[in-house]
């Protein structure tokens, strides 16, 4: 019986490549997939997939939090998270969800399968695109008087600052228009702004970019 996984990811290309690299595997089927977290939470439940695949940074909901709601009725689902950085704060948060592994975007599909073998079937893990998630649960420092917003906020208010559109965020982070939408949205609500002009100043009051 080949291992049943789904597929939470915003990015639709993405979700297409590892289908089709998937299609024909002994070792592992595609079963679902969802675009952002609330369909992944509802589907998830629906078809209880042997090993969840999920991205962290998704519009709205993000994955951790989709994996804490998950967990809340299915404790012992089985989650591998995806991400594009080897960021310490989102590593961090990983561990706290229960996730059984981090994975960077950038493993092959062939080490990609061989980690979720491992994850189904509970043996230990060796990839070198397999973040340790076992690294020591400190406090994660936050830029100098800017506790409102993620790391990631940060980054998009950095570069709205530097008068880059969405389209170009996107591109930056190798993350989807809508994410950076969401980052923006989120940012305007945190930080109390109305507009672009309104964040770049923000970006300089915090120490984010130098005034010009």
């Keep these: 019986m080949s291992i049943r996984v789904f597929l939470a990811d915003d990015h639709p290309l993405f979700r297409a490549g590892l289908r089709l690299s998937f299609q024909g595997s002994d070792e592992v089927e595609i079963v679902g997939e969802a675009e952002n977290s609330f369909t992944a939470v509802e589907q998830i439940h ?7 695949l999920i991205d962290v940074d998704m519009p709205g909901l993000s994955g951790l939090a989709a994996i804490r709601m998950v967990k809340k009725n299915l404790p012992e689902q089985k989650f591998l ?3 594009s950085y080897n960021d310490t704060e989102y ?5 706290r969800t229960g996730a059984r592994g981090y994975v960077l ?3 092959n599909v062939e080490e990609l399968k061989q980690v979720i073998c491992a994850v189904h ?3 230990p893990m060796v990839s070198a695109y397999l973040v340790n998630l076992s690294i020591e649960d400190e406090p994660v420092p936050e830029t100098v008087n800017l506790p409102e917003l993620t790391r990631r906020e940060q980054d998009v208010l950095r570069f709205l600052a530097q008068g880059k559109g969405n389209k170009e965020i996107a ?4 993350i989807s228009v809508e994410t950076v939408k969401s980052h923006v949205r989120n940012i305007y609500k945190k930080l109390d702004l109305k ?3 309104e964040a770049s100043q923000a970006a300089v009051r915090y ?3 130098d005034a010009h």
Excluded: T
């Design 121 to 123: 079937n509970g043996q």
């Design 91 to 95: 590593i961090q948060e990983a561990m």
């Design 81 to 83: 998270v995806l991400s």
């Design 171 to 174: 591109a930056d982070l190798y």
């Design 195 to 197: 507009n672009r002009i």
């Design 105 to 107: 975007k950038s493993i």
């Design 46 to 52: 629906k078809l209880k997939p042997d090993v969840v």
């Design 207 to 209: 120490g984010l970019v």
